[in-house]
């Protein structure tokens, strides 16, 4: 019969073996970071877990009973041995892989189109994207490099621009055709004008600038942009889209520019990464493979360099293959 496995208590099993090796509450809560009191409390919790007593407690200070010298002495390794473990795997997992913060229109319009060419230049390293739309903050994250709209300033990070942002009306032209000659900006009169949760101010900022009146429009709003430019390729209506996303929607039909009034919003897409840690050979190779698909200068290595150091040299195949690892 197979013996019922322990629910054991981690954290507090965790914080007393810090405890035992110290032998004091105080060096356990500073190697921690946390208070005496919370180390107190989770000691105090895997006693009652346990049943016996593993420290007797003063008025201003602790001891290590026999039974909790004795338990010490045995699980203090076996957490020393499960960190190693731990980090054997992280640096495994991580050495070969580029974690990305990347939006997810990016990364569907712009990147993916284009990635199958870095797998072939770089057939070791894996891109892992991070999706998530929230200020970029590389402190406490595992991301080592990021795509990012803004000004080019975040804190602790460097930053290389990759293109201007620029902003026009995009529809099907199955919608086009449906709607009727559209040619200036008043002709959307009948239009229906789709919108993106996360950029609101798009279509207000497009009137603004062309000094236009939208408010009696019909509206429809989506929870992207992603899902918004997809609509519109789908013959629900115009969007404000992001052209240096767009390209190549725009260049292969799907979308079409009908007024043809670019507008510069004043931001840019940025290459981003950090300057708290060192930028290993992974990263630099990917940042320069993304500054040289806009055309830009490489920022690590001379054109045409080879990869050295870490990677192996790429090989140039006819396969595409190599899908980032999601």
Request: hydrophobic content about 40%.
């Amino acid at each position: 019969m197979q013996m019922r496995r322990l629910n054991l208590p981690l954290n507090p099993l965790r914080a007393f073996a810090i405890a035992s090796r110290h032998k004091t509450f105080t060096a356990a809560a500073r190697e921690l970071g946390v208070s005496q009191v919370a180390i107190s409390r989770q000691i105090a919790i895997l006693e009652n877990y346990l049943n016996v007593s593993l420290f007797e407690r003063g008025t201003r200070s602790a001891k290590l009973t026999e039974v909790g010298r004795a338990f010490g002495l045995e699980i203090s390794g076996l957490f020393d041995e499960l960190e190693s473990c731990t980090r054997r795997i992280i640096n495994q997992e991580t050495q070969s892989t580029v974690n990305l913060r990347v939006y997810p229109t990016f990364a569907h319009h712009w990147l993916m189109p284009r990635l199958a060419d870095f797998t072939e230049r770089y057939p070791d390293i894996r891109v892992r994207f991070d999706t998530r739309v929230e200020p970029l903050d590389f402190r406490g994250t595992h991301l080592d490099v990021a795509v990012q709209l803004g000004s080019g300033s975040w804190r602790d990070a460097r930053s290389r621009k990759m293109f201007d942002e620029e902003v026009d009306v995009v529809c099907s032209q199955r919608y086009l055709d449906k709607a009727g000659p559209i040619r200036a900006p008043e002709d959307l009169a009948e239009c229906d004008l789709l919108h993106a949760r996360y950029r609101r101010r798009a279509w207000e900022f497009w009137a603004e600038t062309l000094k236009v009146d939208i408010s009696r429009h019909r509206q429809m709003e989506f929870d992207t942009s992603l899902l918004t430019f997809s609509a519109a390729e789908q013959g629900f209506g115009m969007a404000i889209g992001q052209l240096g996303l767009l390209q190549d929607s725009i260049r292969d039909g799907r979308l079409v520019c009908p007024i043809n009034r670019p507008i510069p919003t004043g931001a840019a897409f940025y290459v981003v990464w950090p300057t708290a840690t060192s930028v290993n050979v992974k990263t630099r190779r990917f940042i320069d493979w993304l500054l040289e698909q806009v055309g830009e200068a490489p920022e690590f290595f001379k054109a045409g360099e080879g990869a050295q150091a870490t990677l192996a040299a790429p090989r140039r195949t006819k396969s595409t293959s190599g899908l980032p690892n999601l």
